[in-house]
């Protein structure tokens, strides 16, 4: 007798084409892949993102001279239009639908054919009982056919026994939460293809029109661009908000709305709405949010000769809670060029460690603390800048003063003069466009529908056989199978030993609970 180890042929293309789609679509690696998925999408949540705020990833890369570039050249500044999300992403869509459409085709033609037939020797199974009624066969049978029937099982009939089948809902449930796995995949697709994002600050009494150029921060798909956003516009007329003055909360913002006046296209008949935080404005597919606010100090420069060189408000940004605002105003067209570094107090106090801080948000004695400087901004470097940040590096600091609304400062060396008078509101709105938000909101309902099916639904099997006796009676054998430990067999079979007991006249032996049943 040889004992060589028997030499399987080599594998041929088709072969391992065929093994690894079965590799790929298995459910061990589609969730191998949900697990890289959401490990690759760390890197967007940690570092700033390109098409989000550029300047920002720009800052990022100077600031970390060493692995920035690396970083960049891996793609974490761009993470969801990089090669390797994107192939994580594919694989993982592509690995859903091969589990899901084989599955629903097994599924579709189980949900059709029979309840299997009785097995030969029903007493062998884990839960099984054998007993006696007197009652003849044919009335046994019609008494559980009745009771199973009510109950909505599926049903086979012979002369001698009972086939019944229920809870296919179980798996139509699991086949239901996986297709939407897939729909949410989709709606995230089209969002991220054709979806875009974009911030700005508008100020009382300015405007914005939907136009890139308008935009503080914008990001878009890959088939979205200046050419797919709508053509509307608005306007910000008023900008309500009011604070809490009681002591338990105090400073929590009371009142937080903008009223606007908008435009769907150039020409167009104006229209007058309210934007709440939670109520945001739809138009053309985008939904306008307001999503903060804060002050713009008026300012007033003059240069050496006393002509107005600058007269605007200036947008400060929030620091805390208080509004303790910083922000930056640059004078390039003065020779030499001035800027200026401010904090702006909405209510003003003064802190030992922290200088000037705002101790309540709202204004009741607002002044803005100035640092000058004198030199060149670097501006003709070709770089860009942030407008609220100034570069100091080759400047001279005049000096720093305080200024209440109404005050001016004269700079030394006769540089010129800065006055405040007064400040402005403004608001920062998020502008969406996300066509996928739909299809994803589907695949969320029908995730939680599927898993509740499920979870409560219960996938069980029973047969019944009868056997005539020599007194007139019935010997009744039955049965049953489920692949959850909760289907509580025993009880459904003595159920229906009460349903058959009953006929006899027979009391049961123990009273099993009420069993509900959703199929």
Same mark, same amino acid.
């Given at each position: 007798m040889s004992t060589e180890t028997p030499t399987l042929p080599p594998m041929n293309t088709l072969g391992f084409l065929r093994y690894t789609w079965r590799q790929l679509t298995s459910m061990k690696t589609a969730l191998i892949l949900l697990f890289l998925l959401a490990v690759a999408s760390v890197p967007g949540s940690i570092f700033p993102q390109r098409g989000n705020n550029p300047l920002l990833v720009n800052?990022?890369?100077?600031?970390?001279? $060493?692995? /920035?570039?690396?970083?960049? %050249?891996?793609?974490?500044?761009? &993470?969801?239009?990089?090669?390797? !999300?994107?192939?994580?992403?594919?694989?993982?869509?592509?690995?859903?639908?091969?589990?899901?459409?084989?599955?629903?085709?097994?599924?579709?033609? %189980?949900?059709?054919?029979?309840?299997?037939?009785?097995?030969?020797n029903l007493l062998r199974l884990p839960e099984s009982m054998e007993f006696e009624v007197d %009652?003849? $066969?044919?009335?046994?049978? %019609?008494?559980?056919?009745?009771?199973?029937?009510?109950?909505?099982?599926?049903? @086979?009939?012979?002369?001698?026994?009972?086939?019944?089948?229920?809870?296919?809902?179980?798996?139509?449930?699991?086949? &239901?939460?996986?297709? #939407?796995?897939?729909?949410?995949?989709?709606?995230?697709? &089209?969002?991220g293809l054709f979806g875009w994002k974009g911030n700005v600050i508008v100020r009382e009494g300015q405007g914005f029109?939907?136009?890139?150029?308008?935009?503080?921060?914008?990001?878009? /798909?890959?088939?979205?661009?200046?050419?797919?956003?709508?053509?509307? #516009?608005?306007?910000l007329d008023d900008f309500n908000v009011d604070f809490e003055r009681g002591a338990a909360q105090r400073g929590s913002p009371s009142l937080f709305e903008a009223d606007v006046t908008y435009r769907r296209s150039p020409g167009t008949v104006a229209e007058s709405t309210r934007i709440e935080v939670n109520s945001p404005l739809a138009i053309d597919g985008a939904k306008v949010f307001l &999503?903060?606010?804060?002050?713009?100090?008026?300012?007033?420069?003059?240069?050496? #000769?006393?002509?107005?060189?600058?007269?605007? #408000? @200036?947008? !400060?940004?929030?620091?805390?809670?208080?509004?303790?605002s910083?922000?930056?105003?640059?004078?390039?067209?003065?020779?030499?060029?001035?800027?200026?570094?401010?904090?702006?107090?909405? $209510?003003?106090?003064?802190?030992?460690?922290?200088?000037?801080?705002?101790?309540f948000p709202g204004p009741d004695d607002p002044a803005v603390f100035l640092s000058a400087w004198r030199g060149d901004m670097g501006l003709d470097a070709g770089a860009p800048q942030s407008v609220y940040r100034l570069d100091?590096?080759?400047?001279?600091?005049?000096?720093?003063?305080?200024l209440s609304p109404g005050q001016t400062w004269v700079?030394?060396?006769?540089? /010129?003069?800065?006055?405040?008078?007064g400040f402005e509101r403004w608001a920062s709105f998020q502008i969406a466009f996300d066509p996928g938000k739909e299809i994803a909101l589907l695949g969320a309902i029908l995730a939680m529908t599927g898993l509740m099916l499920s979870l409560f639904i219960r996938r069980r099997r029973v047969w019944i056989t009868v056997a005539a006796t020599a007194g007139g009676g019935t010997v009744v054998q039955m049965a049953g199978l489920a692949r959850i430990e909760s289907a509580d067999l025993p009880g459904e079979l003595q159920l229906i030993r009460e349903a058959v007991s009953d006929l006899a006249g027979i009391p049961s032996a123990t009273t099993a609970p009420d069993v509900k049943e959703w199929m």
């Open positions: 800052e990022w890369i100077a600031q970390s001279p $060493t692995f /920035g570039p690396i970083f960049d %050249a891996m793609g974490f500044f761009d &993470v969801y239009s990089s090669p390797w !999300f994107a192939a994580v992403y594919l694989l993982l869509f592509i690995s859903l639908i091969g589990c899901v459409l084989p599955r629903t085709k097994v599924h579709w033609r %189980a949900m059709l054919a029979p309840p299997p037939p009785v097995p030969r %009652a003849p $066969t044919g009335a046994v049978l %019609a008494r559980a056919n009745a009771h199973l029937s009510s109950r909505r099982w599926r049903l @086979v009939l012979t002369e001698k026994s009972i086939a019944a089948e229920k809870g296919f809902l179980r798996e139509t449930g699991n086949l &239901v939460f996986h297709f #939407s796995l897939i729909l949410i995949l989709v709606g995230v697709a &089209v969002g029109a939907n136009t890139l150029t308008q935009y503080d921060a914008w990001g878009g /798909g890959r088939f979205t661009g200046a050419a797919r956003l709508s053509p509307f #516009s608005f306007t &999503v903060g606010h804060g002050y713009a100090p008026k300012i007033v420069v003059r240069d050496a #000769s006393g002509s107005i060189v600058f007269d605007d #408000s @200036v947008v !400060f940004l929030p620091q805390d809670g208080n509004f303790t910083t922000g930056v105003v640059k004078i390039p067209d003065s020779d030499p060029q001035l800027g200026f570094q401010g904090i702006f107090v909405p $209510t003003a106090a003064s802190n030992n460690l922290r200088g000037p801080i705002s101790i100091t590096a080759a400047m001279e600091q005049l000096g720093i003063d305080a700079l030394p060396d006769g540089s /010129g003069a800065i006055e405040l008078t």
